[in-house]
């Protein structure tokens, strides 16, 4: 099921101290692999689309896989977010909360902080709304974002107060699709300042004693992609090596994919929480 309050869900697991992770998707059956994980493990979980995932899935100008998405998780009772990666700009992520999206992320890095504030707050008021969360963010990542900049604590209540984000993405050392540690220090006092929920992206290389220290320290989503994308290609090339049909290949990928969003889900403690 489609969870029908997300920021009171997000306040929930921020008090309870376990996280979510958010699983990049994009297609069917990565969408499948995740949701079934999560039905297993009675998890609550984040299934998210980045704009390339939501381009892959396009045709005649409309992407297939918000619509995917939705239909997956009428067919579970666990609840399920369905979230936005990255959106860029007021306009584009409008467009996927008209879709009925749980949540959304706005990615206002290239803007100074001023006019990050202003966007974000625009696109914070539509979401409320609408009965959704907003993701907002601090510093940068590295991969796409190009630079990977460190959050700075003084500007974080800001981020809640002026921006009114549900929930902030923090940069402390994890890296898009990069093994990382985190500094531990530096969270704590951006959860000091924040006294809200936070985010981390780059979840998949972040050590498994951080994570579990960050969610103790009020992290309740963790973005895991590339962990996800390596589990699909090994399971098909596995499938391929045994020369299966492409049945079997779909097969073997998602088995591949489950597993590892079970590992994740135990690893954030969102399993049995439901």
């Not at 979510?20 to 039905?39: H, Q």
């Not at 890095?109 to 914070?124: F, K, N, R, S, V």
């Not at 008021?125 to 990977?148: I, K, N, Y």
Request: net charge negative; charged share 20%.
């Amino acid at each position: 099921m489609l969870v029908s309050q997300p920021r009171a869900y997000l306040r929930y697991a921020y008090e309870r101290r376990f996280a979510m992770p958010a699983f990049n998707v994009c297609n069917l059956e990565m969408a499948r692999a995740v949701i079934e994980a999560a039905t297993l493990e009675r998890a609550p979980v984040i299934v998210q689309t980045y704009p390339g995932d939501l381009a892959h899935g396009e045709f005649n100008g409309a992407s297939a896989l918000p619509a995917i998405i939705k239909h997956l998780a009428t067919q579970t009772d666990v609840p399920v977010f369905l979230h936005l990666d990255h959106g860029l700009g007021l306009a584009y992520n409008l467009r996927y909360l008209r879709e009925g999206y749980s949540s959304v992320m706005y990615d206002g890095h290239t803007l100074p902080l001023a006019e990050a504030l202003a966007e974000t707050a625009a696109i914070a008021r539509v979401a409320h709304a609408l009965d959704a969360a907003l993701e907002g963010e601090l510093g940068t990542f590295g991969a796409g974002q190009g630079s990977h900049e460190l959050t700075n604590p003084a500007e974080v209540r800001r981020m809640f107060d002026e921006g009114q984000v549900d929930m902030l993405a923090v940069s402390v050392g994890s890296e898009h699709g990069q093994a990382s540690r985190l500094d531990l220090a530096l969270l704590r006092a951006i959860a000091d300042q924040a006294g809200a929920p936070l985010v981390l992206h780059g979840g998949s290389g972040i050590h498994e004693e951080d994570v579990r220290a960050a969610i103790a320290l009020g992290v309740v989503k963790i973005n895991i992609g590339a962990a996800l994308a390596r589990a699909w290609n090994h399971g098909s090339s596995e499938a391929l090596a045994a020369n299966e049909s492409h049945y079997g290949v779909l097969r073997q990928a998602m088995e591949r994919v489950c597993e590892v969003a079970r590992h994740r889900l135990r690893l954030c403690g969102a399993s049995g929480q439901v």
